[in-house]
C-alpha cells in the first residue's frame, strides 16, 4: 500500500532550508539543479542523496549492486503495462536517435515530447490518468520520418500508437463491461473477466497463512482454450526471464555486502523466488524482510502493487533502494518517546486523554535509486508488505522518504508560488527558511502522535461518525500536530529550531486550507476528498471564531486580489486548541450530528469568487500538475582484485540521456513477451 503523493501538493507546499548541517561532499540545497524539465503536464526533478558518502563502503557495495536489480527489471514495466509498449519505445527511440532529418520543425519536437511522455508512463497511458494520450505529431509525418530512417513500423503498430480507440483505457473499472477486455494493460491475453476470476477462485490459497495466488504471473488462453499460467520467473522458460536473470545476478553479487544476516536471508529469498517463481518462498521473504529492521540499506525488488491490474492480483514490477535517514528517524523516535508527556499536556478534555500513550516511531529514509513502477513517477512514502495476514502476524514498514519531499519542496520555492500568493516578504522568509523542515515536522507530528492521541469513551464505536470519520479524524491528527508545533517543548527537544519556525507552518496551513488548495478543485465542484475537507474544516472554522474586533487571522483583500493575513500567531494557536477540544469530544463521544454539522458548515462548500479568483492567479504560473524524477549515477571504483573501494555519485545526467542509456544497458526482454 502505497500513499501515493496528491498531485498538486508538491506544488503548493511552501518550502525553504532544513537547517541542516551539510555534509561536505553533498551539493548544497541552494545551488542544487532540483528542475530538470517540463513537457506535456509533466515536470522532472533531480534530487540529492545526502550522506551516502557518509556509508560505509560495504553499505555503498551493496546500494550499487541492488541499484543494478532495480534498473535490470525497466523492461518489465514496459510490457505489462501493455503489450505494445516495448516495441513503441523502441521504435520511437531508433528515430530519435537517428533521424537525419530537420529536428527543428514542430513535427519534431511534437515527436519529442511524445516519446518523453512514453517513457515517463513507462507506455502509451497517462501514469496517472489511465487513458491513451497521443502525439500531436501527424501519423503522415510519423509513418514518413520512420521509413526514411529506415525503421521497420507496421499499421497494426501505427495505429496503436495514434487511434484513439486502440487500447484506449490501461485499466478500466467502470462497472458493468469486461475489465480485461476493455483494459490494454497485459495481464491477460485472450480471456473473460469472468474466466479469469473462475480461475482465481478455483487456484485461491485458503490456508491460514495463504499464498498471494497470481501475484507474479499471466493468465493465457492457448488455441486449444486451455487457461495456462505463465509465471515471472528467471528459470525454465519463465515469462520475463531474460529480465529476472539479470536482476538475480545482481542480488547476487549484492548478497555478498549484505550487512547482517538478517539481510542476507532477505536477499537469498528474493534471489530464490525470482529464479522459481514459488509464491511460499515470496512470503518466506517477505516475512524475512518485515523483520530486518537494523540494516542501514533496504530496498524494494519485484512484482509488488496491483492497481494496474484491473482485477488486483498481479503486481506491477517495482524497486527502490534506499538508507535510513539517521537524523530524521531520530526525530520521530524524540517524538514518540515522549509520547505520554503530549498527551498529558494537550488541550483536550481529561476523560478524553489516554493514560498509557505510546507513540509510533517512523522510519524516514533516503531514496538512492528509483525504478519499475516508483520511477519516474514516485511515491514518497511506503507501507509494505500487502498481504493482511503477514501485517497481522509480523507487521509491517512504514516509511517516508525525505529526500524526495525536499526536491518537490525546493523545486516549487522557485515556480512563482510563493511570489502571487503569499502576503508579503516576511511569510516568504518564513517559508525559506523554515518552510520544509516544518512540514516534515508536521507529517511526523500528525502520524506519530496525532492518530494516536486521545480515546474513545467506553461503548462508543469507532465507526460512530460514519461517512465524515475520516475528516473528522484527519483533523484530530493535523490539529495536535499544529497545537503541539508551537510549543516550546519542539526546541527543548530540539525538534523546531527555534521559537518562530512554526510560523511557516501555520500560515501555509491557513493559506492552503482556506484559500490556495482550492486550485486543484473544478469550478463548481465542491470539495470531496477528505484530506482538503479537513484542511478547509480547521483554517475556516479559525477565520469564523477569531476576534470580530482585532482578528488573530483574517483574509484580506488587496488590489482585488486575496491573502491570508495572520495578526497573533500565539492566537491562532488557542483557536487550534479549542478546535481540538471539540473535536475529540466529537470523536471520543462517538457525537454523528455534530460532526456532520461541523463538516457541512465548513468543510465542503467553497466560496465561488475565491475559488474564481485562486484558478485564475494559478493558471499562469504554469506548474505541472505530476513530477517525476530522474535519478544519480552511481560509478563503482575497484581495486585490482575486483573489489569495490568506492561508489561515486553524479547527478548531472539529463531526462533523455538517462532513459537512452537505460533502453541501450538495460533492455534485454524481446519485444513480444509470450
Ligand atoms: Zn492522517
Redesign the pocket.
Known sequence: MKKHILILSAALALAACTNRPEPQLTPDMESFPYMVEEFADLGLLRYRVPDFEHLTVQQKALVYYLNEAALWGRDILFDQNGRYNLRIRRTCEKLYLNYAGDRTTDEWKNFEIYLKRVWFSNGIHHHYAEDKFLPACSREWFAEACAETGIELSDELLSVIFDPAVMAKKVNSADGEDLLLTSACNYYEGLTQAEAEQWYAEHKDTSDEPKWIGLNSKLVKDADGNIIERVYKAEDDGLYREALIHVVDNLEKALAYAENDQQRLVIQKLIDFNRTGDLQTFNEYAIAWVRDLDSRVDFVNGFTEVYGDPLGITGAWEAMTNFKDLEATERTKKMSDNAQWFEDNSPIDPAFKKKECKGVSAKVITAAILAGDCYPSTPIGINLPNANWIRKTYGSKSVTIANLTEAYNQAALGNGFNEEFLLSDTEREYARKYGAHMSDVHVDL??CL??GSGQLLPGVSKDALREHASTI??CR??LFSLYYMADPKLVELGIAPDAEAYKAQYYQQMMNGALTQLVRVELGKNIEES?MRNRQLIANWVLDHADKTNPEVEIIERDGKHYLRINDYEGVRRLYGELLAIIQRITSTGNYEEGKALVEQYAVRVNPELHAEMIARYQPLHIPPYKGFVNPVYTPVFDREGNITDVLLDYTEGYAAQHLRYSRDYSPLPDINR
Open positions: 500528525h502520524e496525532g492518530h479524524e484527519e491528527a493535523d484530506h
